[in-house]
């Protein structure tokens, strides 16, 4: 069994940065794409970023694209959420998941294995 754990949330400032840290057991963890996602009050869960196995390949949702930037330390089994120029609507919080070796990055249910989830709060 997995256990994915975030770290890193808070509360901030329109503009302002945060790192988002999930760390991950288990032995294998460099052999599975990770991805983040986020769910604000009163919306469904959505897909943020997600990083290949080995790190060399990340994608992004459209309104993240050139403040966020996914990361992996495969080595310390971690993947990291950089965010900055962070915006109130970026409010939600943020989950870290391990992807199934099927299916579209784009959607939840491809992903097996979840986090608890850590808030991020962005005050306009």
């Known amino acids: 069994q997995v256990e994915l754990v975030e770290s890193g949330g808070g509360l901030v400032q329109v503009g302002d940065s945060l790192r988002l840290s999930c760390a991950a057991s288990?032995?294998?963890?460099?052999?599975?794409?990770m991805g983040w996602f986020r769910q604000a009050p009163g919306k469904e869960r959505e897909f943020v970023a997600v990083?290949?196995?080995?790190?060399?390949?990340?994608y992004y949702t459209d309104s993240v694209k050139g403040r966020f930037t996914i990361s992996r330390d495969n080595a310390k089994r971690t993947v990291y959420l950089q965010m900055n120029s962070l915006k109130a609507e970026d409010t939600a919080v943020y989950y870290c998941?391990?992807?199934?070796?099927?299916?579209?990055?784009?959607?939840?249910?491809?992903?097996?294995?979840w986090g608890q989830g850590t808030q991020v709060t962005v005050s306009s």
């Open positions: 990083i290949t196995r080995s790190g060399d390949y990340s």
């Open positions: 998941a391990r992807k199934s070796p099927v299916g579209s990055y784009y959607y939840a249910k491809e992903y097996d294995y």
């Open positions: 288990g032995r294998t963890f460099s052999s599975y794409a």
